[in-house]
């Protein structure tokens, strides 16, 4: 008789089984085909005598407390502590990734922890919610569901940190998924994603935003992370900013992202300030209301502006809120124009959002 090999986590939602005996993960578009014994290409989900095993379900490998305006989140829940974590592995293979030593381990690491706790610990730190973030959290779908479910009945919110290469767990996320930031990096290019990401096709992202806008009340905001010489296009920032107005809806959110040289990605610069000033402009001329820059400290388009006076109505630098002008209704305090946030700051918002996270 044939002894099942021990492994670490439990048996995975979603998945098909072919007619030739082979399963097909169905958590992210790439649709792994896999023979008994094969990894997918996350390196956390395996054929196992035919059932789809989650091995990094009850292990994270990160843990800590963000601002949500760090995700970056500015038009839900605003000033808020997230309690963020992380498993390792990811569906895509950033060349430039700040993770990297999480999302490109493509093995199984972490601290044994079930749901209930995660939510536990969320709590004993203050949190208002909880982020599946610095990994694709796609990956992990049944893990935060789970997770996400229980946080959800106490009270916090959840949110994905996300590429949005995941059109067929939609059923799973909105059991549970509140708000994502969705990420097309270097302004969704094909010949970029494909060189840089190793992803074939971006139709998936767009896919994603679809079905999370048509069938969810998930809050959506975009990221677009601009990086220099090699995915800066305008062209292709104009053809992303008209997608997003006309299938998003003005009020969506966007925020172009300052490129920081990482992982094999050292050779290139900074992106230019410059750079990401075009592409604020370019999306605001194409009607989009809340546009941002990120990762430059300091710069005015930091700050959230009234899309009908032009007043500043959240002051921000960095990840922090200094100022705040609007009244019990989001309304702009200057001309009674409704601002598209949901939410408004905890009392303590002033105070460090940073927490270190022990584990005992």
């Known amino acids: 008789m044939r002894v099942m090999e021990e492994v670490s986590g439990r048996p995975a939602r979603l998945f098909r089984i072919l007619e030739d005996g082979r399963l097909m993960c169905t958590a992210c578009a790439r649709y792994c085909r896999l023979k008994n014994g094969q990894v997918g290409f996350c390196g956390i989900r395996k054929n196992i005598d035919g059932t789809l095993y989650l091995l990094v379900y009850g292990k994270i490998i990160s843990a800590h407390v963000d601002p949500i305006e760090k995700k970056p989140v500015t038009h839900y829940a605003p000033g ?7 498993t390792t592995g990811c569906s895509w293979m ?35 919610g909880i982020a ?12 935060a569901h789970d997770i996400g479910v229980i946080a959800r009945r106490e ?33 969704g290019e094909v010949e970029f994603l494909r060189k840089y990401v190793g992803v074939p096709d971006p139709e998936p992202i767009f896919q994603t935003l679809l079905e999370l806008k048509n069938k969810t009340r998930v809050h959506i905001e975009i990221t677009d992370l ?50 990401l000033e075009k592409h604020y402009e370019l999306a605001r001329e194409a009607g989009l209301k809340y546009v941002y820059i990120g990762n430059v400290p300091g710069h005015p388009y930091e700050n959230t502006y009234c899309p009908e006076c032009g007043k500043i109505v959240v002051e921000r630098r960095g990840f922090d809120i200094l100022g705040w002008y609007l009244d019990e209704e ?30 005992k």
């Open 155 to 187: 009270g916090l919110i959840n949110i994905f940190v996300t590429n949005g290469y995941w059109p067929d767990s939609i059923n799973e996320a909105k059991d549970f998924l509140d708000a994502a930031t969705v990420d097309f990096k270097g302004n």
């Open 330 to 359: 989001n309304k702009c305090r200057f001309c009674g124009y409704k601002i598209a946030i949901h939410g408004t700051p905890p009392p303590d918002y002033r105070t460090s959002r940073f927490i270190p996270v022990f584990f």
């Open 226 to 275: 601009v990086i220099p010489k090699i995915g800066d296009s305008l062209e292709a920032a104009s053809k992303l900013v008209k997608w997003v107005y006309d299938n998003l809806g003005p009020d969506t959110p966007i925020h172009f992202l300052r490129f920081h040289p990482d992982y094999r990605l050292l050779h290139l610069p900074l992106t230019p300030v410059k750079t």
């Open 80 to 86: 808020t502590k997230i309690f963020s974590i992380a």
């Open 132 to 143: 599946y973030t610095y990994n694709e959290p796609s990956i992990y779908m049944e893990f």
């Open 94 to 128: 950033c060349q430039y990734c700040l993770n990297f030593d999480i999302s490109q381990r493509r093995k199984v690491e972490g601290v044994d922890v079930t749901p209930e706790k995660i939510v536990k610990m969320a709590k004993k730190y203050g949190s208002h």
